[in-house]
């Protein structure tokens, strides 16, 4: 067990998408003097900017932002990176004197912070390619067999985390599940806090935001994307909105497809990014409905300096 450092204490926003995590965190940030560290699993690469609601610089609010577009659309970024990047940032701004704050959504990475990661054995490319014909759902009863606890922890739909899982079992013999236990959290106070909705008004924001990025030019932001290497066999790809839009500039889905699908596809995202955050019981869960961003902000930075003393 990594014991923690003292008087270091870490702010974390997390919740499901849509929520307003963004310009809460940004209000939170000016009351208590944080920094940001984004946290969000898509706004690491650089060009995917409507498609993930990026915060621009105006919706920024002066406070510095971290790990946005930390890499470009062609390149891969892992949940291993990302801790190696918060180790380095969270002492650099501890020493300027501001408090360091995770936001985001992405649970693979959060959970590399929170609950630990570890390095296991490295890719193996002749093995991947042994997978690529076989169906996910194949794969992920073949996950099963060799690892039941990994199963039930990863969607049947995530073809990346299960050829992940049955590539370490393939190179160590060792479940991933088993390596798991073993990773330690960075060694900080995490003072974490959730924001989540009523269900009907989740996913009514969902499609709210799913349209303002159809109105504010998503088509093409991704066709630019397209013609400057965005394709199938890219991490940044697989963003969702990516895929919905290409199909709809190939013909395959017409506008309302489009709209429809992406709704879909970040509601089922939401879902899981709840399940996740809900095994966690050191969140303090906040509801946003019918809540002024003030409101919440008093009530985040009043339990974050009631738990610092």
Known sequence: ???????????????PTATGKTSIA???????GGEIVSADSRAFFAGLDIVTAKPTVGERGGIPHHLIDRVSIGQAYDAMTFRRDVEGLIPEILERGRVPMLVGGGTLYLGAILRGIFEGPPKDPAFRETLIDQPTSELHERLRAVDAEAARGIHPNDRLRIVRALEVFEASGRPISVWQTEAAPLPYDFAVFGLKRERSGHRAAIEARVRKMLDSGLVDEIERLREAGLSESVQAYRTIGVPEVV???????????MLDAMVGQTWSLARRQTAWFRR??????????????????TEIVDRWRERIG
């Open 1 to 15: 067990m990594t014991s923690r450092l003292p008087g270091a204490s870490v702010l974390v926003l997390l919740g």
């Open 26 to 32: 940004v209000e939170v940030a000016k009351r208590v």
């Open 247 to 257: 199909a709809h500039l190939d013909g395959q889905l017409s506008e309302a497809g």
């Open 280 to 297: 966690d019981r050191r969140v303090t869960w906040l509801n946003v409905t019918d809540r002024t961003i003030d409101d919440l902000t």
